[in-house]
């Protein structure tokens, strides 16, 4: 079973120009996630989607970040504009579904450097 | 809010012995999960571990078990047998039942020496 794919792996851009970042989760999960891993600390939810709606963006920096999952299963993240803070490894996970229970499957990440 | 502390940045141990990672956490749910996740150097993240909170027994999973202390809300990750692959950043992780959202603790970074 091939697991949760992201690209680029790595990226770096200067302050002020936009970036994205795609993840293809694992086939049939229905629940997605991004976090943001600055360095030396835990990952931090981002966004959840559950299929192709939005669950929880509590902690989604919405001026400067977007995402979206057309159509239930890929999704991209988008910074615009970026922030020398937002340097970061963004994760990408998946699970079948929205369950307690349900393990998550998290991807290799993309380390995005901000100059 | 939900928090989860790991106290040791740091920790080392020599092949094929034991080691103990801390964590505690806070919150004022009855219903919730715990998680350990391991993130060696390539940093993928992988389950190593999960407790549900209403079950009294600790998890064990091969060489790793867990001592789940409900009322002081702490879960400490027991690894024994220590190998080289397990050299890695390990985090403490708590999921609110009803959210299914999952709050990771600071980390902590494990190396295994020969």
């Known amino acids: 079973e091939a697991g949760v794919a992201q690209s680029p792996r790595y990226k770096i851009i200067e302050k002020r120009q936009s970036v994205a970042f795609w993840c293809n989760p694992i086939?049939?999960?229905?629940?997605l996630y991004w976090y943001q891993q600055i360095l030396g600390q835990g990952p931090k939810l981002l966004i959840q989607f559950q299929n192709n709606g939005v669950v929880d963006d509590s902690q989604l920096p919405k001026d400067r970040f977007s995402a979206e999952r057309l159509k239930g299963v890929d999704s991209t993240l988008k910074i615009q504009p970026a922030k020398l803070e937002d340097s970061a490894v963004y994760l990408c996970a998946s699970s079948f579904f929205r369950g307690t229970h349900d393990e998550q499957f998290f991807g290799p990440g993309t380390r995005l450097t901000v100059l | 809010a939900q928090t989860v502390t790991q106290s040791q940045p740091e920790m080392s141990v020599q092949e094929a012995e034991t080691v103990t990672l801390s964590c505690t956490y806070d919150?004022?749910?009855?219903?919730?999960?715990l998680f350990w996740y391991k993130q060696p150097p390539s940093r993928q993240m992988i389950l190593v571990i999960r407790?549900?909170?209403?079950?009294?027994q600790n998890a064990t999973e091969n060489r790793f078990s867990v001592n789940f202390q409900k009322a002081a809300k702490s879960f400490s990750l027991k690894i024994s047998d220590s190998q080289l692959g397990d050299t890695a950043m390990y985090f403490c992780a708590f999921m609110n039942s009803n959210t299914g959202k999952l709050i990771f603790g600071q980390g902590t970074t494990l190396q295994v020496k020969p």
């Open positions: 086939s049939g999960h229905a629940t």
């Open positions: 407790q549900e909170a209403y079950k009294q």
């Open positions: 919150t004022s749910e009855n219903n919730y999960y």
